[in-house]
């Protein structure tokens, strides 16, 4: 719990990584590459939309990404709210790496993929940007977010997700894998006098009956 924003706003931030892609699947380098939901994503949103009905949510922002407003429509069918598209919210740009499979980016650039284990925020993907970076804008949608002071859910994606939940906990980018998500998966942070507190993190437990 770390103190990140000012006066007493008390509100909750739910946040939602996508649904299930091919590339997710192939193990593919996606980043802002705009790729659709596969079958099997379709079937997991349906499933987390179902379960977030009685979720209190006054407004929802998305990723531009088409997996990411998918995920962000099926959720907002039981809820009279808007959508509101915000290209800040988009993922990592892996730039030169974007498309490669994980095992062809360990091949071809084995002492980056180290260096990427070791201390990820200390890299920048070759044209295209660093974890510092995409903290800083996504955090910019964050405060404006917490500002309104209400319940919002927010739909993005593992690496953006993953830099709002080190700033909200205090913890280094470098510590990112131990607040990774899964996808079609729910998290939810709960603002209160400037404080911002993780309730539930990386919960799948509606998918427990997809095969």
């Known amino acids: 719990m770390v103190d990140i924003v000012s006066g007493g706003i008390v ?3 739910i946040l939602v990584r996508h649904g299930e892609t091919l590339w997710n699947r192939e193990n593919r380098i996606q980043g802002r590459t705009d790729v ?3 079958d099997h994503g379709r079937k997991q949103i349906e499933k987390l939309a179902h379960a977030m009905q009685e979720e209190k949510i006054d407004v929802i922002y998305t ?13 907002a069918r039981f809820h009279r709210v808007d959508i509101n598209v915000e290209g800040d919210l988009r993922e990592l740009n ?3 790496f974007e498309s490669l499979t994980l095992q062809e980016l360990k091949e071809s650039h084995g002492d980056f ?9 200390s890299v920048v993907m070759p044209n295209g940007e660093s974890l510092p970076q ?20 927010v739909v993005s994606h593992s690496m953006a997700i993953m830099t709002i939940l080190c700033k909200v906990q205090g913890l280094s980018l470098s510590q990112g894998r ?7 998966s729910k998290t939810v942070v709960e603002f209160e006098n400037g404080q911002g507190t993780v309730l539930l993190l990386n919960d799948t437990s509606h998918l427990n009956d997809i095969v």
């Open 11 to 13: 509100l909750k931030l």
């Open 113 to 121: 993929v180290r260096q990427w284990i070791e201390d990820p925020a």
């Open 178 to 184: 131990d607040v990774f998500v899964n996808m079609a």
């Open 36 to 38: 659709e939901l596969s």
């Open 63 to 75: 990723s531009p990404l088409k997996r990411a407003c998918e995920t962000a429509r099926a959720i």
């Open 134 to 153: 995409v903290q800083k804008r996504v955090w910019e949608v964050i405060r404006t977010i917490v500002d309104n002071s209400k319940n919002t859910l």
């Open 94 to 96: 892996h730039g030169d």
